[in-house]
């Protein structure tokens, strides 16, 4: 299983931090876990997806609540 927390790093520093595109070399150097199964990455990406969906929309009703 790809650990979320690596996910997150990836992210931050590659679109957050504006580090570059995420690119098979980055993938092989920083993340080779990832490569072994491409598939399992693209679905935990779609678990985060949606948990900050559901984040976001819970901070909104929060807001409304205000």
């Known amino acids: 299983m790809i650990d979320p927390a690596s996910l997150d790093e990836l992210a931050y520093n590659h679109h957050w931090h ?7 070399e980055v993938l092989e150097n920083h993340y080779p876990e990832m490569l072994e199964d491409l598939d399992e990455v693209i679905e ?4 985060i997806i ?3 969906r559901d984040t976001l929309n819970d901070i909104k009703k929060i807001q409304k609540e205000e």
Not at 44 to 47: E, K, S, V
């Open 44 to 47: 935990q990406i779609g678990y």
């Open 50 to 52: 949606a948990m900050w």
């Open 18 to 24: 504006g580090a570059g595109a995420i690119t098979h």
